[in-house]
């Protein structure tokens, strides 16, 4: 660029008139050029994102038809998505650091090629088993692509309004993954059969395998973070532990109770181990204050209200209206259509009403969604359980349409500058963490789904998780953004 500059400043000298059309000439040629380069960078990259979201709400829809070939019960069928939610935690620890020493973008190659050789084992699997242990070795793959993906955003774009833009595309390509992802999901179980979900990854992840080494460059960073082997066995046995007491039925409650206490101490020590550790991989620290207490507690309870709704109104809508898997997937498109249609409506009423009173009604409207769907599992009235179903699948998801983009906002603008990528980590594993607790959490609640009336229990247990947000908000979080935190917005 600077030679290239020059060589305009000759052309000027020379032909002052006729250089300057051509100085802009030119300019607006590069300029072009540039702006193409980018939009081709953001759209490979997001077309990797878009394979995380998709993986989970395309399968949610084909559970019912997974449980019946493989002999899923309801703890078989909440580990298939809990196995890949899981494996992504714990893979997050690690993937950040390796990508920091070895290269994003072979960071991004290497779990572009796990997530695709996975995909064809977890389409091929014959047995129970041989499914959960692709999903976990999907969900490794997916860590070190969507870590890979979103730091070679950061090295491509370094001006921030750029960044801003290719994050904001990003975004959108996300948001329509999960909202298409249970109706292509239910196309595709009912056309061809489940296996083609995890098939479809296939083109997708030859397509990044041939794009990323051709747009976007290697960045690393030798001197980055160190790999924790501690921190990453003691956050998965945590999680692990609490999911498989959740979901052992069968177990003795001594077991599942000693179970639950050793997720308990695991928890506690992989805290006090990354709070003693002066290069924590996360720092329990940014949540040590109430509002960011908030925060995480009011991503917790979406996880509860909304996400893990999902994965269980498949098989409502199976046992109480019963649909196929190609109506499943596009009745759920009342649940996932709002996330693409009404954030932009949350970023002004945040402004406006500030953070306390915005997620109070978000979170609220959640539970309200979340009643609902109690009333459909326990009306009589086919008329009733249908209109009931589709008001409150609405209305869960306008409130986590509302409420989960401004929550990464609200964390961004309470962390200090200096604390900005730790922030995005730290609520990245709150937000996979509790989907999966809150899978487990649903689906010990759920004893059968052979009646609609069943799926009372879990419901009411979503309904409560939003009303605990509700609490949150409404005692955790400021009336409305400090001057601190808009002077917080400024530096970065």
């Known amino acids: 660029m600077l030679s290239a500059g020059r060589a305009y400043a000759d052309l000027v000298r020379v032909q002052p008139r006729a250089g300057i059309g051509r100085q802009r000439g030119m300019h607006d040629r590069s300029s072009d050029v540039a702006q ?23 399968v949610v829809v084909a559970m019912p038809g997974i449980a019946r070939d493989l002999g899923f019960a309801v703890a078989g069928s909440a580990w ?19 990508a920091d020493r070895f290269g994003r973008r072979r960071a991004m190659l290497g779990g572009n090629v796990v997530f695709l050789l996975s995909s ?15 999903r976990v070795l999907q969900g490794i793959g997916a860590a070190f692509l969507i870590t890979g993906a979103i730091a070679l955003v950061a090295g491509a774009f370094p001006h921030q309004g750029q960044r801003a833009r290719a994050f904001g595309t990003i975004g959108v390509i996300s948001g329509v993954a999960m909202a298409l992802g249970p ?13 083609w979900i995890f098939y479809a990854n296939i083109p997708v992840c030859l397509a990044l395998a041939l794009a990323v080494p051709r747009v976007v460059a290697e960045t690393h960073e030798p001197d980055g973070r160190p790999l924790d082997p501690p921190g990453i066995v003691l956050l998965t046995l945590s999680l692990g532990l609490a999911i498989d007491a959740l979901l052992r039925h069968d177990a003795a409650p001594i077991v599942r109770v000693a179970s639950l206490i050793a997720s308990a101490t695991a928890a506690f020590t992989f805290v006090r181990q990354q709070w003693r550790s002066p290069h924590p991989v996360l720092d329990p620290r940014v949540f040590a204050t109430a509002p960011m207490i908030g925060v995480g507690t009011s991503l917790t309870s979406i996880q509860f209200g909304y996400w893990a709704v999902l994965v269980y109104l498949p098989l409502f809508l199976s046992t109480g209206l019963h649909v196929s898997m190609e109506v499943a997937g596009v009745a759920l498109l009342a649940a996932t259509l709002p996330m693409l249609l009404v954030p932009l409506l949350g970023g002004r009423f945040v402004t406006q009403w500030g953070w306390r009173l915005f997620f109070i009604v978000a979170l609220g409207i959640i539970a309200s969604g979340d009643v609902l769907l109690v009333v459909a599992a326990l009306s009589a009235d086919a008329a009733m359980r249908g209109g009931a179903t589709v008001a409150g699948m609405l209305t869960i998801g306008i409130g ?44 010990a609640a759920l004893g059968t789904t052979d009646t609609a009336p069943a799926f009372a229990a879990p419901f009411i247990l979503a309904a409560l998780g939003a009303i605990a947000g509700v609490v949150a908000a409404a005692t955790l979080f400021p009336a409305a953004e400090s001057r601190t935190s808009e002077s917080r917005a400024e530096q970065r």
């Open 36 to 58: 193409e380069r980018s939009t081709l960078i953001t759209f490979v990259l997001g077309l990797g994102v878009f394979l995380i979201p998709f993986d989970v709400t395309a």
């Open 183 to 195: 109706t292509l999901g239910g196309l595709l179980a009912a056309w061809f059969g489940w296996r």
């Open 400 to 443: 986590a349409a509302l409420a989960n983009p401004q929550l990464g906002s609200v964390a961004l603008a309470l962390a200090p500058p200096a604390q900005a990528g730790m922030t995005s980590a730290m609520t990245m594993i709150v937000r996979q963490a509790g989907f999966a607790i809150s899978i487990a959490a649903l689906g």
């Open 120 to 134: 064809i084992a977890c389409g091929a699997a014959t047995s129970g088993p041989l499914l959960l242990a692709a």
């Open 80 to 98: 298939v998505i809990d196995a890949y939610s899981l494996a992504l935690t714990g893979a997050l620890l690690a993937s950040g650091a390796l």
